[in-house]
């Protein structure tokens, strides 16, 4: 201790990544003195330290008192877990040196066995709130990487230790730590003492994927000569986005479906980019599918009310590679929808932004699809100003014309000829301009609809006033979010209608969207009428007739459900 050799390598990395007013966490205390130095030294507002060995408690307090720590410093005689299953005690091996004591036994050396109480991580971490962590814990920290959410952790310095999980352990330690975004520093690491940091988006307790609620889905990061880089594969996941001219990811920029982020860091380009001179917002990937174009395109654009200055336009890239550089018609037409009069440039191949403003996903697949506050306010102030109502107060958005393969409602045809006989307008999207589609649902005060993408756009119109049926064509997540769409940005939940029977799934894909579905008449009926969205008291709806239903699916799908 006096040479300064004692857990230096911890003691350096903490000393480089705590900053002042910083929460730290300690797994790991030994005698305290880490955690002490770090308090005395950086400045922290808190340290939380827990120690599983209780011979040492009795000494770290002693050390906290001695050096007037009290206020800053709390040590607790628990172990911290992670992972399910997680055990009230667990048992914890004391060797004669307190250095070697571990939660894993060894027969090469004498040990004594004593029974630790346990805290989840989880709790941990929700009531503590830790910028950074520090872990030293002889062998377990591969088994809580494992399982630890590292959400809100902008630093941490860890000890590895291959005797008790070997060379893979450590090289597992290591690859969780880069998958999370952390990055060595080099100048105060070693093989086996690592000290990491990553990007401070990542301190949002909720960053690891988009927020409705806020975070950094409404931050904006200004990125001078940044590298934009397409996707070179066709698969969901790619090594695309954006990179810092140094050569750093930038987090922010990432795009994300539910709780997955598709485009991951990529290497540092070997050539150079071509260049993009201006000042450039980034719109992130651009679907040419309607359903995801309208989902999953446009949940950048808020920021177009947020920056200050002239833009020389978006710049987006293709959901594939050798995709579309030019706007689709539907495309353009919901840009303009929104608001969007400055350029839109899709590019396919590397380029180097002179400006690049990146604003956080604020609308898209998962929780998100509720849209920030900034979101909704962008909506609200933008959406189809200038386009009129037109069309009845009652309106049946079908899919009876679309292909097998895009999935289809059994008997929608025979739904349709029940609904015109009630003063229903049955309405093709796919036929209309966008916004001929705006227009007829601005009109309507009441809308029934089978579950599918025209109700995204349906939601972008955002009509308080509007009463909703959605009938499940099947049972899929997708379905939720159109439901969580609506009663967003509409202020009311849709009705939802789940009456099928039978769930048919097309042999050659199993995917939701592809399945047919074979509704109960009679509920649906019960349901539309009980809804006010028909007159009761009807003649009853019949069910399909079986020899039809065989006919039409023309042993074409098989029976899911």
Same mark, same amino acid.
């Given at each position: 201790?006096n040479?300064?050799?004692?857990?230096?390598e911890?003691?350096?990395?903490?000393?480089?990544?705590?900053?002042?007013?910083?929460?730290?966490?300690?797994?790991?205390a030994?005698?305290?003195?880490?955690?002490?130095?770090i308090?005395?030294?950086?400045?922290?507002?808190?340290?939380?330290?827990?120690?599983a060995?209780?011979?040492?408690?009795?000494?770290?307090?002693?050390?906290?008192?001695?050096n007037?720590?009290?206020?800053?410093?709390?040590?607790?005689?628990?172990?911290?877990?992670?992972?399910p299953?997680?055990?009230?005690?667990?048992?914890?091996?004391?060797?004669?040196?307190?250095?070697?004591?571990?939660?894993?036994?060894?027969?090469?050396?004498?040990?004594?066995?004593?029974d630790?109480?346990?805290?989840?991580?989880?709790?941990?971490?929700?009531?503590?709130?830790?910028?950074?962590?520090?872990? &030293?814990?002889?062998?377990?920290?591969?088994?809580?990487?494992?399982?630890?959410?590292?959400?809100?952790?902008?630093?941490?310095?860890?000890?590895?230790?291959?005797?008790?999980?070997?060379?893979?352990?450590?090289?597992?330690?290591?690859?969780i730590?880069?998958l999370?975004h952390?990055?060595?520093?080099d100048?105060?690491?070693?093989?086996?003492?690592?000290?990491?940091?990553?990007?401070?988006?990542?301190?949002?307790?909720?960053?690891s994927?988009?927020?409705?609620?806020?975070?950094?889905?409404?931050?904006?990061?200004?990125?001078?000569?940044?590298?934009i880089?397409?996707?070179?594969?066709?698969?969901?996941?790619?090594h695309?986005?954006?990179?810092?001219?140094?050569?750093?990811?930038?987090p922010i920029?990432?795009?994300w479906?539910?709780?997955?982020?598709?485009?991951?860091?990529?290497?540092?380009?070997?050539?150079?980019a071509?260049?993009?001179?201006?000042?450039?917002?980034?719109?992130?990937?651009?679907?040419?599918?309607?359903?995801?174009?309208?989902?999953?395109?446009?949940?950048?654009?808020?920021?177009?009310?947020?920056?200050?200055?002239?833009?020389?336009?978006?710049?987006?890239?293709p959901?594939?590679p050798?995709?579309?550089?030019?706007?689709?018609?539907?495309?353009?037409?919901?840009?303009?929808?929104?608001g969007?009069d400055v350029?839109?440039?899709?590019?396919?191949?590397?380029?180097?932004?002179?400006?690049?403003?990146?604003?956080?996903?604020?609308?898209?697949?998962?929780?998100?699809?509720?849209?920030?506050p900034?979101?909704?306010?962008?909506? &609200?102030?933008r959406?189809?100003?200038?386009?009129?109502?037109e069309?009845?107060?009652?309106?049946?958005?079908?899919?009876?014309?679309?292909?097998?393969?895009?999935?289809?409602?059994?008997?929608?045809?025979?739904?349709?000829?029940?609904?015109?006989?009630?003063g229903?307008?049955?309405?093709?999207?796919?036929?209309?301009?966008i916004?001929?589609?705006?227009?007829?649902?601005?009109a309507?005060?009441?809308?029934v609809?089978?579950?599918?993408?025209?109700?995204h756009?349906?939601?972008?119109?955002?009509?308080?006033d509007?009463?909703?049926?959605?009938?499940?064509r099947?049972?899929?997540?997708?379905?939720?979010?159109?439901?969580?769409?609506?009663t967003?940005?509409?202020?009311?939940?849709?009705?939802?209608?789940?009456?099928?029977k039978?769930?048919?799934?097309?042999?050659?894909?199993?995917?939701?969207?592809?399945?047919?579905g074979?509704?109960d008449?009679?509920?649906?009926?019960?349901?539309?009428?009980?809804?006010?969205?028909?007159?009761?008291?009807?003649?009853?709806?019949?069910?399909?007739?079986?020899?039809?239903?065989?006919?039409?699916?023309?042993?074409?799908?098989?029976?899911?459900?």
């Amino acid at each position: 201790m006096n040479a300064g050799r004692y857990e230096g390598e911890e003691i350096a990395g903490a000393l480089a990544v705590v900053r002042p007013g910083d929460r730290v966490l300690e797994l790991g205390a030994g005698l305290g003195v880490v955690g002490a130095v770090i308090a005395r030294n950086a400045q922290p507002d808190a340290v939380l330290s827990f120690e599983a060995n209780p011979n040492l408690i009795p000494h770290i307090e002693a050390l906290h008192r001695l050096n007037g720590l009290e206020e800053v410093m709390e040590v607790r005689h628990q172990v911290v877990t992670a992972g399910p299953n997680q055990p009230q005690h667990m048992t914890f091996h004391l060797r004669n040196s307190f250095l070697g004591s571990s939660l894993i036994d060894t027969p090469r050396r004498q040990t004594t066995a004593v029974d630790v109480p346990t805290v989840p991580y989880g709790r941990v971490i929700n009531t503590f709130r830790p910028d950074v962590l520090i872990m &030293d814990i002889e062998g377990g920290e591969l088994d809580l990487l494992r399982h630890a959410n590292l959400r809100g952790i902008r630093a941490i310095v860890i000890e590895f230790h291959p005797d008790a999980y070997g060379k893979e352990g450590v090289r597992e330690c290591k690859d969780i730590l880069k998958l999370a975004h952390f990055e060595r520093n080099d100048a105060v690491s070693t093989r086996f003492v690592w000290t990491c940091t990553r990007d401070d988006v990542w301190t949002h307790p909720d960053a690891s994927w988009p927020d409705p609620s806020g975070g950094w889905s409404e931050r904006i990061q200004t990125c001078e000569n940044a590298i934009i880089k397409p996707s070179e594969t066709s698969g969901f996941i790619s090594h695309s986005g954006v990179q810092t001219a140094q050569g750093r990811d930038v987090p922010i920029a990432a795009h994300w479906r539910n709780k997955r982020r598709s485009t991951l860091p990529f290497k540092r380009l070997k050539t150079q980019a071509n260049p993009l001179d201006g000042r450039w917002v980034w719109g992130g990937v651009l679907y040419s599918n309607f359903a995801h174009f309208i989902a999953e395109s446009l949940g950048r654009l808020w920021a177009l009310d947020v920056v200050q200055g002239e833009i020389d336009g978006i710049v987006f890239v293709p959901r594939r590679p050798g995709g579309a550089t030019e706007c689709k018609s539907f495309q353009t037409e919901m840009f303009k929808a929104l608001g969007v009069d400055v350029p839109i440039k899709v590019v396919d191949q590397p380029h180097q932004v002179g400006e690049l403003i990146v604003p956080g996903q604020g609308f898209g697949l998962g929780a998100i699809i509720a849209g920030t506050p900034s979101y909704r306010r962008f909506r &609200d102030a933008r959406f189809a100003r200038d386009i009129a109502p037109e069309g009845g107060d009652k309106l049946y958005i079908s899919r009876s014309q679309l292909p097998f393969d895009r999935g289809v409602l059994l008997g929608e045809q025979e739904i349709e000829a029940h609904l015109q006989a009630d003063g229903y307008e049955i309405f093709h999207p796919q036929k209309h301009t966008i916004p001929e589609q705006i227009a007829r649902y601005k009109a309507a005060r009441h809308v029934v609809s089978c579950d599918g993408s025209a109700l995204h756009l349906l939601a972008f119109c955002g009509m308080r006033d509007q009463h909703v049926a959605m009938i499940m064509r099947r049972q899929s997540t997708a379905s939720t979010m159109i439901e969580r769409h609506l009663t967003s940005f509409t202020g009311r939940a849709p009705l939802a209608i789940k009456a099928l029977k039978t769930t048919w799934e097309n042999p050659i894909s199993h995917r939701a969207r592809m399945a047919l579905g074979e509704p109960d008449m009679a509920q649906v009926q019960t349901a539309l009428a009980e809804g006010g969205f028909i007159a009761p008291g009807g003649a009853p709806w019949e069910d399909l007739d079986p020899d039809m239903v065989q006919a039409t699916l023309a042993e074409r799908f098989e029976t899911a459900r």
